[in-house]
């Protein structure tokens, strides 16, 4: 496992085995904590629906983290797998990366808190939306640098290459679209973040129809 | 760990090796954190072993989670092994169903919480079904979805997959039952899902009488 | 990593891959999340030194349940290890015992909570002792059925057998007996569980000095 | 995976992959925890910007705690990379090493609630230096027994096994120093710590250079 084949290589050219289940576990782990910030009120008992009805914004916010950490990992799957070894810079920024998505579940709970109080809402939606931004950035350049080194597995095509690349890319513009747009309607914002994750989540699919 | 062989599969055949072990670990997670669900009430320590019995409803939503859980796990295992390979649509359904998985936790405490109370129990014990009941759905969508587009491994037998099948369905009906019965009786619909689990964690053993 | 060889197995002998993964899933965030429990008083900041000390019975619990989650962990990899094919059985013992130890945090608590009260301190350590004694036992059966049933490896000697048999035995009188001192001096009894799981974990030892 | 080649070993040689998959997830789980120690105080939804902004205490010991785990996860990775197979003793100095790292999450909390406090500051810096220096120092009684006892393997040169070594030592002086100046600064002393886990892991990158 933590050994890329029967020829050793020196000068550190790192497998990808263990950075990829160190990383599977992180997002893993963040994926499954989100649900720990939802948690409803005391006295809640008198009307249970009505107060767990109340709590919608947590359960968006929670769907949103979970749709968004969901396709990170699929896109640092397609990352790797097209990844023919690591180097020490790969193992470097893709840590960034974990703290970022490992960091999520914070802001998540801020959105999920604030929403109600406008003023709130707008601070939680921004530094959710960075949060998010900073996530596909670190994946863009993750895969920027994988593919400039050199680091590709030898039978990747131009083409899915190209493909990978555009995948990456639409995130940015749809966030700092948002981003903005929270300033002025969180609310609206935070179900964007969602449409970004379920857009990304769905044309992947487009893979599908190649023999 | 990431490629299922020599060859090299363009078009986006997955290999099920990333996806079992993500999937396995958000399934060790979501199992694990049910154990944070249970704490004292406060003061608790004039009369502790008093405290700790009172709790009972705690724990029965414990063992009733982690043999859902643990029996999805199995049954999910049972899926991937017969899998082939992955496409982008089983990745995805698979993401939905580890949403629901790992959403769990929450209707877990919920029925911990509001056992004594009636209403909230109701309320409660149907939520907690419907989560159940969507993680028996989509674990069946995903196999269904598998077989009907020829993922499976060349050397699975059509006595197996109708065995697996079979294993699938019960628990609809039951689910549906049971939430049903949870609108009168919240408290025996809980033991009700505990039956479930316990019923479909057991009768696998058949399996075990062929050579 | 699903797939124990080239020839499928029908008959359901289930490769041990991915239930090694699970369950060290499983014990590696039991272990983890027993620090959660570990808290401090509110206003504690006045002197941080004196609360931070204050806390001991929290140190020590958290220290007892890792090295006997940790011990367990290592005998579980030794059954494994000689374990050819997992079946059935193998799998719903593993998940009885996986509960157990995913229950530990909360008995951790306990102990750590009540110390310092004698009433609370006899339940809590009574408790605490049972969910141990139970896991050794589970454990136990655990192995007699896989050796019982045949599933070792082809390799796996009589005398190395022996060994491991003669390891998982020894902690159950230590057990009663400590849940008996724990009626009259609880703490003494914590220490005793800790001074077993040290034990268990040295004299493994002793496979080292073979070739 | 339990199994490290074709010919089995007796005399407990234990293969490192079941060793390495349990470390990872400790890591990994250990890392991912971090993030709920921050919390927002009742009522800070008055003016969350503020509230946000007031907790950076928190986020400093987030990513120095982060960094620290990142970087202790890399140089085990690099003594189990060179490391042919694990002995009895190995398993357990790792799992002394992963009740450190697993402990972390604790000190990170102390230091992230008593910044404001100088006389809380200074005990919690200390404490949190203390868990520091100990990370380090099992890691390299971890990477010297494995020297010394010969399980390397057989192609690792003696310039790499120079600068794992040179690698794992610089960690002491800084942390020694910093426990003395945190007596004084604690703050800067965290500061410091931060300082010493970015050192770690940037220089790592001269590997690179070699063919």
Redesign the interface.
């Given at each position: 496992?933590?050994?890329s084949g029967s020829t050793?290589q020196?000068?550190?050219r790192?497998s990808?085995?263990?950075l990829?289940?160190?990383s599977?576990?992180?997002?893993?782990?963040?994926?499954?904590?989100?649900?720990?910030e939802?948690s409803?009120p005391e006295g809640s008992?008198?009307?249970?629906?009505a107060a767990?009805l109340a709590q919608w914004p947590s359960y968006l916010a929670?769907?949103v983290s979970?749709?968004t950490i969901?396709v990170t990992?699929?896109e640092h799957?397609a990352i790797?797998?097209y990844m023919e070894y690591a180097?020490?810079?790969v193992?470097?920024v893709n840590?960034l990366l974990?703290?970022l998505v490992?960091?999520l579940?914070?802001p998540t709970r801020?959105v999920a808190?604030?929403l109600g109080?406008r003023?709130?809402e707008r601070?939680?939606a921004t530094?959710y939306g960075l949060n998010l931004l900073l996530i596909a950035v670190l994946l863009f350049v993750l895969w920027r640098y994988v593919v400039s080194e050199g680091h590709l597995?030898a039978?990747a095509?131009d083409e899915?290459i190209t493909v990978v690349t555009q995948r990456l890319t639409p995130g940015f513009a749809g966030y700092v679209a948002l981003l903005v747009l929270g300033l002025f309607l969180p609310t609206l914002a935070v179900i964007g973040y969602l449409a970004v994750a379920l857009y990304l989540?769905i044309p992947?699919?487009v893979?599908?129809r190649?023999?």
């Open positions: 496992m933590a050994e050793p020196p000068g550190r790192l990808t085995g263990r990829e289940a160190f599977d576990g992180v997002f893993a782990i963040a994926i499954t904590l989100l649900v720990l939802i409803l008992e008198d009307d249970l629906l767990v929670y769907v979970f749709a969901g990992w699929l799957n790797t797998d180097d020490t810079v193992v470097r840590l974990l703290l490992s960091f579940p914070f801020l808190e604030s109080d003023d709130a601070v939680a530094i597995r039978d095509g899915e989540l992947f699919a893979f599908r190649r023999p």
